[in-house]
């Protein structure tokens, strides 16, 4: 089966021990059956460590320890798994993470999530315009033809640099026929308050937001890593489309994530308009949002227009 990527995607690299918001805290990680197994028959102290530390009730999972710490993650953030028995005995989630990927009939499309803070750091640093690796004129049926070439559409109005970027995102509204909601930074707050959160700050960073009327505007620099960031998400979420068809609201939730994003940059942007702040603040988005199934699934609702 082939493989499309992003032309940033051979660039990640895990930071492991230097990572400030590691994957393996706060996540409850499912093993697949095979690693399962694999790990039943490991041998000595470390082999009993590992069977200590996995539930068996409904789906496998490593056990989370104090502040939510995955019980393989030691002092110095690295994975005793990989240290003890090398990269290959890690379970599919952590092998994959934070790649994602979508299936279709002829080829299968990956991607780095951004709630990893290497892989956001990647993915909002392009200067390049985003294209995609290994993308040929596969043979599709009817429907996934019909994805690529409303994606493909959409890229071209996100990357058309000689706009700013609110033009663009304006001209995609007039294309299709759909429209942003307009709402007050409160209102638009208090969508967001009522979802599942996991971070404490991005609570904060909600009220903060219901608490100011307007907001300073993002200078055009940030015109690129915003492109990018909508690319991300068009790549990433469009495709669900086939499933449920709901392509209107894949487009609307992909400009509201850049919308969000940009919004508590502009709302903290005392600190200055830094890439670090965005990196930070896109990967907590992500993490809160799109990494929830339940979050996602409540905005693609609210978005139905
Ligand atoms: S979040 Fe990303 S950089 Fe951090 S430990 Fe996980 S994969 Fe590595």
């Not at 694999?38 to 320890?65: A, K, M, V, W």
């Not at 979802?195 to 009327?213: A, I, M, P, T």
């Not at 489309?241 to 509201?256: A, T």
Request: aromatic letters at 10%.
């Amino acid at each position: 089966m082939k493989t499309v990527f992003p032309n940033y995607y051979p660039d990640f690299q895990c930071i492991a021990g230097a990572c400030r918001h590691s994957c393996c805290i706060g996540w409850e990680i499912d093993i697949d059956e095979e690693t399962c197994q694999c790990y039943q028959n490991i041998p000595g102290g470390f082999g009993d460590r590992l069977r200590e530390n996995i539930s068996r009730e409904t789906i496998p999972h490593f056990i989370l320890g104090e502040g939510e710490r995955c019980p393989f993650l030691n002092r110095d953030n690295l994975c005793d798994i990989i240290l003890e028995l090398g990269e290959n005995a890690l379970c599919q989630i952590c092998t994959d993470h934070p790649r994602f990927r979508n299936f279709y009939t002829d080829f299968t499309e990956v991607g780095l999530g951004l709630c990893c803070e290497a892989a956001a750091e990647i993915i909002l640093k392009q200067t390049e315009p985003f294209s995609l690796i290994g993308m040929e004129n596969f043979n599709l049926p009817e429907e996934e033809a019909m994805l690529f070439s409303l994606r493909e559409h959409l890229f071209e109005l996100v990357q058309n640099r000689t706009l700013p970027l609110l033009e663009r995102i304006q001209n995609i509204q007039s294309q299709y026929l759909i429209a942003f909601p307009k709402k007050t930074n409160r209102e638009w707050a208090e969508l967001f308050l009522s979802l599942d959160r996991l971070e404490e700050k991005w609570g904060e960073l909600l009220v903060g937001l219901s608490q100011k009327d307007t907001l300073p505007p993002m200078p055009k620099e940030w015109d690129i890593p915003m492109e990018q960031l909508l690319c991300y998400f068009l790549y990433r979420h469009l495709p669900g489309g086939l499933d449920d068809g709901k392509y209107r609201e894949r487009i609307l939730f992909s400009l509201l994530g850049v919308f969000m994003i940009a919004a508590i940059c502009r709302l903290v942007c005392a600190d200055g308009f830094t890439m670090e702040n965005l990196v930070e603040i896109a990967r907590m988005y992500s993490s809160e949002i799109e990494y929830s199934e339940e979050n996602t699934a409540a905005l693609l609702e609210w978005l139905k227009q």
